[in-house]
């Protein structure tokens, strides 16, 4: 009878391990490029600003005008230019002005003493006046600014906050500024609170003044009359000196101050101040010939563009004031006539110079809700079979980066990714372009298929679906089953399709590739930008831009187990022994992420020997010509395509055996690949432990 023994293949207690290791001649070939991007001028963000009344500011926004150095402490606004641009500021509290003094002869008589300097009759003096600084502050109510912080525009205006309307306020939002409001025939000053009052629109200047000696001729006849005013007498003026009143009323424009009844987007017709130009949502109303520019705004019960008020004024002449008496009187005296001791002079305040009255104030950017599509980026996922119509094999989760090591140069990728429309109006015809950034500040325009154009890190790339036809289906939690976007692969002006319902989310794709200034190791932003409204599409609360890290080298590797347990056999069952290796933890992978600069494969080889042979406890060793190498066909990593791939249909191991081969035509071998060979040991007779075997691979 035959006698059946179990021999196994063992290492270290009835293990059989073979290694697989990188053979020192792998050529690792490193195409990484510079990480030179080109990159469009900074643009900031313009935060919107509304009046508050409230205590503390909603989340997301700030107190901007409630301690010194913040920009609206104390300030009144003014329209400005976006040339010119936000946060000038200038005025002041008060001013005063410059006047002439005229001062009339004395005709008043007395006689003269001899040897004393009197003055003569008719003389005339010099005057030195002092106007009072008086307030530009016009009539006004102070109120608090708040500044979205969390930045640019929010998707929801909170309750109580305040607006600015050209006409009657839409239903949700009620008048401050009409007959009895606070705010009515008021002009706005932010400040720490929202109830002080104070200001007004005329004003008048005390003026004080000194009616200084002028030289006079001693007069020496002797006599014994009155009194007689001296040579250096001064005078002052009699009683409160006045200047007429006049208008101080900076130039204003009427507007509605209206409140937010409860939160909800912005509404068209809204207008709010910026501190940089606002997206294109919103239309300017401040530039050159726009009914803000140059403005301070008043409340009102109605709008009025043409407003009022004045840079600069002056005041009329104040004329025919009576000096008092002079300060220096001589006793009895006779002789020639000499002027009384108790004579007076008219005085006359002329020519007041021209100043201006502007309170103090900053200078702001005021734009005007012009549109009610009101888009946000929502939920997007990347899938990995670009070349499919309808995507299916997803790297990641929706939202959620993929994973790094397959991100390789020229490796196409397609985004699929919704936007949601709250503003309750639609968009037709209107392309969304991408956009690919490194640090979400400076975005840049994606490259259009290989035409030479070198801007981005990316470029699009021809998959499935043809740019500008209407998705089939959609993938991402949110979107509509029925309003659908479409494939984009270009990012020309307005194609036809490019429809967005008002208050849908649409789902839209968009083919890409790594292009010449893509660089390994980076992570990439991706922004998607609406043509008709000229502005970046914002994200949606809670949400994310799609992003990705490209692989760690643009390069050629391999990864294999670190130990395989090749199982066991009884001897005599058959000529050979046979082991295919176990799904997933013995795979060997390829990755080939170099890409070249017109986006194909080189090419690559990857062969296996043994370098190492199997001995058992007996010193029995299994010689290379006894192993027998089979590959079978390769799998593809996240649907990367195997056409052009080969691999060997089973050879003896007396010499390096060639495990898959990649033509490089096109970009056949892009992209990670797995095999799962099989091994097979014959004339094995004796029964032992058999260790120590190393496959040495090679990838060119």
Known sequence: MMVKLRKKLSFASYLLTVLFLFGLSAIYVDLTPSETIIKEAKAAVANLHLFWTGEDAPDGWTIVSDGGGEDFYNKFLKGIDTTTGYGGTGGAVDHNHTTDV???????????????????????????????DEDNLPPYRQIKVIEYTTGGVPDSIPSGAIAIFDDTPPDGWTSISGGGGNYNQKFLRASTDATTTSGSNTHTHDITAVISNSPQAEIGDNGILSTAGQTGHTHTLSGGVTSPAVNNIPPYIDVILASKDSAGIPTVGMIGFFDDTPASGWTVVSNGGGAFNGKYLRGNTSYDAVGGGALTHTHVDATGFTSSGPNNVLGTGSGTAASSGSHTHTVDFTDFSTDNH???????????????????????????????????????????????????????????????????????????????????????????????????????????????????????????????????????????????????????????????LSAANTTYYFQLYDQTLA??????????????????????????????????????????????????????????????????????????????????????????????????????????????ITGETGEYMGSAVTALTAGGSGQQGLGGFTMLPTVRIYNVTNVGNYVGGVFTFTLI
């Open 535 to 644: 502005e970046a599409i914002p994200l949606a609360a809670g949400k994310s831009y799609p992003s990705l890290t490209t692989a760690g080298a643009f390069s050629l590797t391999i990864s294999t187990p670190t130990a395989v347990y090749l199982d066991s056999w009884e001897i005599g069952s058959s000529a050979y022994h046979e082991y295919t290796f176990s799904v997933g933890v013995e795979h060997i992978t390829i990755r080939d992420n170099r890409g070249t600069t017109g986006g194909d494969s080189s090419g690559w080889t990857c062969s296996v020997e043994v370098t190492s042979l199997l001995t058992n406890l007996d010193l029995e060793t299994i010689a290379a010509s006894n192993m027998y190498w089979i590959t079978n066909a390769p799998t593809g990593l996240f649907d990367a395509a195997t056409t052009g």
């Open 358 to 516: 502007e309170p103090p104030h900053i200078e702001v950017i005021f734009a005007k809700r012009s549109t009610a599509y009101w888009p946000r980026m929502g939920n997007w996922r990347w899938y990995a079979d670009e070349e499919d119509e309808a995507p299916g094999t997803a790297y990641a989760a929706e939202n959620t980066v993929p994973p790094q090591i397959e991100m390789g140069k020229n490796i196409p990728i397609k985004l699929r990714i919704n936007i949601q429309e709250i503003g309750g109006a639609a968009e037709n015809n209107s392309r969304k372009k991408l956009r690919v950034s490194t640090d979400q500040e400076t975005w840049v325009d994606v490259d259009p298929i290989d035409t030479g154009v070198d801007k981005a890190a990316y470029q699009y790339y021809d998959g499935g679906g043809a740019d500008n036809d209407v998705l089939s289906s959609v993938v991402l939690s949110g979107s509509s089953s029925t309003d659908k976007g479409i494939h984009n692969e270009a990012n020309s002006d307005s194609p036809s399709n490019s429809d967005h319902p008002a208050s849908t989310t649409v789902e839209f794709e968009y083919c890409i590739e790594p292009d010449t």
């Open 102 to 132: 005229t001062v009339y002869a004395t005709t008043s008589e007395t006689a003269a003493r001899g040897g004393i300097g009197l003055a003569p009759t008719n003389h005339v003096h010099g005057g030195n006046e002092t106007v009072s």
